[in-house]
């Protein structure tokens, strides 16, 4: 039996309108005052229309066919593809959130989230291209060179032109610092660079259904220092242009190699060599050596992107597995076992099977509430001019994004795992969608900086940013909304949420201690643990948020399943999923150092 791709709006609509409440907050300002609600509404219908009419048709097949690389380096990309690009040009949908005139819709930020989510779930590895060329739009937009850099992000919003990051070279790999790759001045007076070297993992580094590319790559201009000091950003187009953006000759930079993976198949993931055959021209983006600076900006997007796919993953991989669960017959109910006549039930009635379902529904619902609640934090900050409030925002932001980017990645190839164990055997055939959900989704831990390199970041650079003081004004925040939730009759579930927040404190004090004893290796040993601890207390504190507004909004409307769902997924939560934080945080703070041990690998 099929399973339809199917999208839960009324989930995506309780985060967007009853929980927190975008229209009302973006309402109130000059940018989006004249969206309203059903404005959104009508929005996501047609996201939802694209996804299940445009996006999903090619998602199985762009799987099983990928791309093929021609002896000139020219990618043909799957079958659908170009079609599918020009239906989200024509719709605007390569980047929601940028300025009409420049052929986005306008939308918030929140928007491009929900958009992701559901186009994601659609079809992962088709998402790939639009969304590193909206992300290298807003860069060219706001660094790139004066005399073309609003033509380029026009080019690039409006899905004329595609977009690439290139960071990541051979033998450096996520140690940016290493790079090798060199940018010579022509000495022509032109602006013009020449660049030498090699990028390889780089997504959508080359395609058949754009007038042109624009790759933004990281390189060392002559007397550079070593290091990410030393870097500096370039727009290098795949075809030159001119003033009018009016394609021209072919540049030195060309694809040589394509990678065959274990999963988003669709997506070109290219080895691209830069200056190997004919020169590579590009341009200086923004101050000779703050390319890594820049760069960050691109990738602390595309984290929250990262993020946003692993929204949509869960979700893909819940709404398949339940809908298997509750039309997939087999075997009687356990009361019944012995009784060869009982009647055969769907699988949904066993009661493990129930519990991996609330496991992934309750999950990928609190994920997205989280990650959505970033994107209108961006949204926001942009339309205020209150600089203290604005400051706060974007400081909890930066806490919190590599938290949602590792933990939700984690949990997101989790519950697709959790997905296939639903259907069993026939979970694990290619056939049946959510064998390629869980290929699809690894990659998410590891791009964009592994989930590794994220803990390290958190422990290392966000929390301790201004002294620890934005983890502490987190962490008050955290316990006045448990204090309002306990007077509202939450307060069991309040009580356990506050011991996993004091044990989060404590993980957090220890390692401080350790880092300043000198002990930098013991301490970063439990930079994972740690933040799983702090993604585990994250989501459920999003899990009693969601419990609170569901119980009121039962008093104003009445029960339905959805909000039932909410007020059983908090004590769900709390029962199953919350004891790992306490669990976790044991593990931070119990000395252990054996892994440092260094004969254990010789």
């Known amino acids: 039996m099929s399973t339809p791709f199917r999208v839960d709006v009324d989930d995506v609509e309780f985060v967007f309108f ?17 969206l309203d609600a059903d404005t959104y509404r009508a929005t996501l219908n047609e996201i939802v229309r694209v996804a299940t ?24 990309t799957p079958k659908g593809y170009g079609d599918a690009w020009r239906t989200m040009a024509e719709g605007g949908w390569i980047a929601p959130a940028a300025p009409i005139e420049h052929g986005g819709v306008g939308m918030p930020r929140i928007v491009s989230l929900v958009t992701n989510d559901v186009f994601g779930a659609a079809c992962m590895a088709f998402m790939m291209y639009p969304g590193l060329t909206a992300a290298a739009a807003r860069i060219v937009d706001a660094f790139g ?48 660079y020449h660049l030498e070297g090699e990028k390889i993992f780089i997504s959508g580094g080359d395609n058949d259904f754009t007038e042109n590319i624009i790759h933004l790559v990281l390189a060392r201009t002559p007397g550079a220092p070593e290091g990410t000091k030393g870097l500096s950003l370039f727009m290098v187009p795949k075809f030159m242009f001119d003033a009018e953006g009016k394609s021209g000759a072919r540049n030195g930079a060309k694809v040589v190699g394509i990678e065959h993976k274990m999963g988003i198949n669709g997506s070109a993931t290219c080895t691209l060599a830069l200056g190997a055959d004919q020169p590579c021209a590009g341009w200086l983006v923004g101050k000779e050596r703050e390319g890594i600076t820049l760069m960050f900006k691109m990738m602390n997007e595309a984290r929250v992107g990262v993020a946003g796919q ?94 949602l980017k590792a933990h939700c990645t984690d949990l997101g190839f989790e519950i697709a795992s959790t997905a296939v164990q639903v259907y069993g055997g026939y979970g694990f055939i290619g056939e049946y969608p959510v064998e390629q959900v869980l290929r699809d989704s ?24 201004t002294s620890g003081a934005v983890f502490m004004t987190w962490m008050q925040k955290a316990q006045a909304s448990l204090k309002e939730a306990t007077a509202e009759g939450f307060e069991t579930q309040c009580a356990a949420l506050g011991k996993a927040i004091g044990q989060l404190g404590g993980a957090a004090m220890h390692l401080g201690q350790l880092a300043r004893g000198g002990k930098i290796d013991p301490a970063f040993l439990q930079a994972v643990p740690f933040l799983k601890t702090f993604g585990v207390v994250l989501l459920g504190l999003e899990a009693l948020e969601q419990a609170r507004v569901a119980k009121r909004l039962i008093g104003e409307r009445g029960e339905s399943p959805l909000l039932k769902r909410k007020v059983l997924g908090l004590d769900f939560y709390v029962a199953n999923i919350l004891p790992g934080a ?21």
Not at 326 to 348: C, H, M, P, W, Y
Not at 360 to 367: E, F, G, K, P
Not at 372 to 388: I, P, Q
């Open 442 to 465: 690894k990659i998410q831990s590891i791009y964009e900086g592994t989930n590794g390199i994220q803990a390290l970041d958190l422990l290392g650079r966000k929390m301790r940013t």
């Open 310 to 403: 692993a929204v949509a993953t869960a979700n893909a991989a819940y709404n398949f597995a339940v809908q298997y669960a509750t039309e997939r017959v087999q075997g009687s109910t356990l009361q019944n076992f012995k009784d060869a006549d009982a009647k055969r039930v769907t699988i949904s009635e066993h009661p493990d099977v129930r519990r991996m379902l609330m496991t992934m529904q309750v999950l990928a619902s609190t994920m997205r509430s989280a990650v959505y609640r970033v994107a209108l934090g961006h949204d926001l900050v942009s339309t205020s001019s209150d600089e203290k409030a604005n400051e706060a925002i974007l400081d909890e932001m930066d806490l919190l994004i590599p938290v």
């Open 53 to 76: 009419e445009v996006l999903h048709p090619i998602n199985a097949s762009g799987d099983r066919e990928g791309c093929k690389l021609d002896s000139d380096g020219n990618i043909t």
């Open 145 to 192: 060179p004066g005399a073309t850099n609003k033509m380029v992000a026009g080019k690039l919003f409006r899905g004329d032109w595609g977009g690439t990051m290139c960071l990541t070279e051979s033998g450096a790999g996520s140690s940016v610092g290493d790079n090798r790759c060199k940018a010579t001045p022509s000495g022509d007076d032109d602006g013009i």
């Open 582 to 602: 306490v669990a976790y945080a044991k593990t931070v703070t119990s000395g252990d150092e054996s892994a440092l041990d260094p004969s254990i690998f010789e």
């Open 18 to 34: 009853d929980l927190l409440q975008a229209d009302r907050l973006l309402g109130d300002t000059e940018e989006y005052g004249e």
